[in-house]
């Protein structure tokens, strides 16, 4: 079972720990490029940029294909227990370990999670205590169109 995922430097989980939410939202490619780019702006700007912690997705389809509630569940499992490595993560949510390191690998990437190593172990953390789906249903089109009852 190869990790591919990069370790965050320890300025990083410190950072992270620091934090209580993460806020997941739905935004397209381009939305996703211009409030990157207004931050960038904000920063050179030396003006104070929101620095919730935030994921986003292309689709309402990759968020709920990531987020399932079996996923959630591990989330939450995770948290609550804090399992000391990949092997007992896999024990308290009851499933296979090779299942869990591919899903805890994902949220790793997604920067959901992140690894501690401990000895010959991988502590998964859960950072957050607090998960905010921000959807927006605004549509940029201008297609308004109500339903007529």
């Known amino acids: 079972m190869n990790d591919t995922t990069p370790p965050l430097h320890p300025m990083e989980r410190e950072q992270l720990r620091a934090e209580s939410t993460l806020v997941v939202t739905v935004k397209s490619s381009s939305e996703f490029h ?14 104070a ?11 309402y389809d990759d968020l ?9 569940d591990l989330i939450e499992a995770i948290r609550r227990e804090e399992p000391p490595s990949i092997n007992e993560t896999a024990r308290v949510v009851d499933r296979d370990v ?8 994902r949220l790793a990437q997604l920067g959901i999670i992140f690894f501690e ?3 010959q172990s991988k502590r998964p953390i859960v950072w957050f205590d607090e998960l905010v789906i921000n959807l927006s249903f605004d549509t940029e089109g201008g297609d308004t169109a109500a339903a007529a009852p």
Do not use: Y
């Open 98 to 105: 090779k299942n869990v390191h591919e899903e805890l690998s």
């Open 64 to 72: 709920m294909e990531t987020l399932t509630p079996r996923v959630l």
């Open 34 to 47: 211009e409030a990157v780019t207004d931050g960038i702006e904000m920063l050179e700007q030396s003006d």
């Open 49 to 59: 940029v929101d620095a919730t912690p935030t994921l986003s997705f292309t689709s």
């Open 117 to 119: 190593e401990e000895g």
